[in-house]
């Protein structure tokens, strides 16, 4: 027997499950700590996309439970459409098996590969089945199973299938327990606080070993979900082509207009011209030459960019705004979403926002948030396209020190949505260096860079504006005082002085005696509803009148009054405290107040 024959032997097919149970770090389990944040990632993303689906607004569970030393139990529950029986096992048990594959419209999973691989990753690690529970309606029965994955097959393997009673009257239930540590627990909190961000239509309840969190939604608005769109003959290859045309006996222009975006019965006779092939010709019966001749006339041609109104789902600026508010305490914050775009025929939008001050780190580089089709890109930041687009600007022309990166108490927020994300590899960590999505990703954040020079311009003049303040606040009550003892006469009232002076709002605040006394002066000509948020490391005892809430943070205590000010009027409170902190009042321009603490 020859050398070759005995190599011959040896060769053998393998399936896709096989393939990625020995190259499992290309799907995002290249260790336990990672493992337990992609398995978490992908559960959620599939209950998102369910419930978007189902025009619900979701509602999801997750649960993480260690059951010994070196395995964790992961649930996570939705109130979706659920799964119909037959599918279930499919869904979770079969690599590469999905319903978005085949779609060109925008969705968190695209390659039917994530639930399952970590279907795959439990069995690998602990050898035990992943049970999935699922009910479709109210008057239709629910099914639990326990599901693993004949490696050799790429199959499901249903190992228990029973009929059960649950609570909910349609959703998903899946279960799973694989090796892990909770070592990535400051990193998953993370996750799940920026998926709540991009995502403000979900609420997240959280039971994390012995502690619980609550992601609360900040929109009632369901999200309309993304419907498919057709191919753009742009962003068409060769062999998808030929697939297309495979058996389809339609006149040649016909096909054209039935099977690609934006091709109408004008665009494809002249298609079908430049390519000299008939309309009429059935579409089937082009040979090799004529394909290709005819791909190369679709693609020089100029057609209009596919829709995007239909087949993405962009945030918006004020849900981002409103979701980052909701997780972050920041002084300055703006967003923008830039016109749709196209990149090889698959259209995306980009959506920026930039958060300043308040409690971000005051050192290192900023934070830097990514996002594609709502979900957060965790690792691999070095690697990403947002990242290299967020050092390529010069931050320095914007009032921000830079090395590399930004420094400074900055966020940066950028959100890709695209029928087709360009991911550097399979666990879609990181966005591939796109031109035409790098360049919006730029011209976003250069127009809020010009937002946020505005913004330090101004407050560096309300500080000189708050000296002075400070000063006529200072000097003018005993400058009264003392002409007042010397002439001897009660103390005047020097608050028509002040007005004229000032012209604004003014708030001070001020310690007497161990209680500290806010008093807002109205000296506009505006009246309105303001809100006042007092920040301190006070509880704040004996508090009139008393806030509208109180919240405490890390030991810092957040008193918030919703205030209605005349022109001229004034309003005072008081509480127990020695008055370290700062305010901020919001519902008035900021230009028109000026803050002013003062010990007394």
């Not at 393998?14 to 020995?22: D, L, P, R």
């Not at 062999?239 to 222009?253: C, D, I, T, V, Y």
């Not at 791909?295 to 981002?320: F, H, N, R, Y």
């Amino acid at each position: 027997m020859t050398l070759a024959e005995d190599l011959a032997k040896q060769q053998r097919s393998i399936s896709v499950a096989e393939f990625f149970e020995k190259n499992k770090h290309l799907l995002g389990f290249d260790s336990p700590t990672r493992g337990i944040i992609t398995t978490i990632k992908e559960a959620i993303d599939n209950s998102l996309d369910a419930c978007e689906e189902a025009g619900v607004l979701p509602d999801i569970y997750l649960r993480i439970q260690r059951v010994d030393s070196e395995v964790m139990r992961i649930i996570v529950e939705d109130n979706g459409p659920g799964i119909i029986p037959d599918q279930v096992p499919y869904v979770f048990g079969k690599l590469l098996y999905g319903s978005r594959f085949h779609q060109i419209k925008q969705s968190r999973g695209q390659q039917g590969i994530g639930i399952s691989a970590a279907v795959l990753y439990a069995q690998l690690t602990t050898g035990k089945a992943s049970s999935v529970i699922s009910r479709t309606g109210a008057d239709r029965p629910c099914f639990r199973f326990d599901i693993q994955i004949n490696i050799e097959s790429n199959e499901p393997d249903v190992i228990a299938k029973e009929e059960i009673e649950w609570d909910r009257t349609h959703g998903t239930r899946v279960q799973i327990e694989f090796k892990s540590t909770m070592a990535a627990r400051k990193r998953l909190l993370e996750y799940l606080k920026y998926t709540s961000v991009v995502n403000p239509h979900a609420r997240i309840r959280v039971d994390l070993e012995d502690e619980s969190f609550v992601f609360e939604r900040v929109s009632d608005e369901v999200i309309e979900c993304p419907t498919p769109i057709k191919p753009h003959p742009h962003g068409i290859e060769l062999g998808q082509f030929k697939r297309m045309l495979a058996g389809n006996n339609s006149p040649l222009q016909t096909f054209l207009v039935e099977n690609f975006s934006r091709v109408g019965e004008k665009t494809a006779r002249e298609m079908c011209s430049v390519s000299g092939l008939s309309p009429d010709m059935p579409a089937g019966s082009l040979g090799p030459e004529e394909q290709r001749s005819l791909l190369v006339a679709m693609q020089e041609i100029k057609v209009p960019a596919p829709p995007t109104s239909q087949c993405l789902s962009p945030i918006g600026e004020d849900l981002i705004i409103r979701g980052l508010e909701k997780e972050f305490q920041i002084d300055f914050i703006k967003a923008r979403t830039r016109p749709s775009s196209v990149f090889a025929g698959h259209p995306f939008v980009v959506e920026a926002a930039i958060g300043y001050g308040g409690r971000l780190v005051p050192e290192g580089n900023a934070q830097i948030l990514r996002f594609a089709n709502r979900v957060p890109l965790v690792y691999q930041q070095g690697a990403c396209a947002i990242t290299g687009a967020v050092a390529g600007i010069n931050w320095k022309n914007y009032g921000i020190s830079q090395a590399g990166l930004p420094t400074g108490p900055l966020l940066i927020l950028v959100h890709v949505a695209s029928t087709n994300v360009p991911f550097t590899s399979e666990s879609k960590d990181a966005i591939a260096s796109i031109p035409e999505i790098e360049r919006e990703i730029t011209l976003a954040l250069q127009d809020l860079g010009r937002d946020l020079k505005k913004y330090l311009s101004r407050r560096d003049r309300n500080k000189l504006q708050e000296e002075r303040a400070r000063a006529v606040c200072a000097v003018i009550p005993e400058l009264a005082a003392k002409v007042a003892e010397i002439l001897d006469l009660p103390p005047p009232d020097i608050s028509s002085i002040e007005g004229r002076i000032m012209k604004r709002l003014v708030a001070r605040r001020r310690t007497e005696e161990n209680r500290t006394i806010i008093e807002v002066r109205n000296y506009t000509s505006v009246s309105g509803r303001i809100t006042l948020y007092d920040m301190s490391g006070d509880p704040g005892e004996n508090v009139d009148p008393p806030p509208a809430f109180v919240s405490e943070l890390d030991g810092e205590y957040t008193r918030v009054w919703q205030i209605d000010i005349e022109p001229g009027s004034v309003w005072t409170a008081s509480y127990l405290g020695a008055g370290n902190g700062s305010m901020e009042i919001r519902g008035i321009d900021e230009k028109n107040v000026v803050m002013v603490d003062m010990d007394v």
